[in-house]
Nanobody, 131 residues
Framework: QVYMEESGGGSVRLGGSLRLSCEIS????????LGWFRQAPGKEREGVAM???????SVPDSVKGRFIISQDYTKKTLYLQMNNLKSEDTAMYYC?????????????????????????WGQGTQVTVSS
């Protein structure tokens, strides 16, 4: 069974940067989609960055130019670099994965279905942006 664990969250000033990490234990799959999601109190969980096994990435307009998703496959670690942080970025951040036997993982499906497409999740790490 694959386990995912986030780290790197914390408190940061407006305009600051953070890099979140997600360790993916027992990840031996060749085909997968990986994503970062966030959820603020009283709001739905939303995707902020996704990528597939081809290296194709996607981020929504709300974070485009500020958030970058990447991975180190040898270290089984997914990253989210967050720059120029805004107060509206305050939320609990989760990493998630969809593993499959055949590839590539269809990123379009992941983008359309959002959280329902992913079935392995970490516990989350809190990011708080303050002035």
């Amino acid at each position: 069974q694959v386990y995912m664990e986030e780290s790197g969250g914390g408190s940061v000033r407006l305009g600051g940067s953070l890099r979140l990490s997600c360790e993916i234990s027992r990840h031996t799959y060749t085909h997968y989609c990986l994503g970062w999601f966030r959820q603020a109190p009283g709001k739905e969980r939303e995707g902020v960055a996704m990528m597939n096994d081809y290296g194709t990435t996607s981020v929504p307009d709300s974070v485009k130019g500020r958030f970058i998703i990447s991975q180190d496959y040898t270290k089984k670690t997914l990253y989210l670099q967050m720059n120029n942080l805004k107060s509206e970025d305050t939320a609990m951040y989760y990493c998630a994965a969809h593993f499959r036997e055949e590839g590539p993982c269809p990123l379009d499906d992941a983008l359309e279905r959002g959280p329902q497409f992913f079935y392995t999740w970490g516990q989350g790490t809190q990011v708080t942006v303050s002035s």
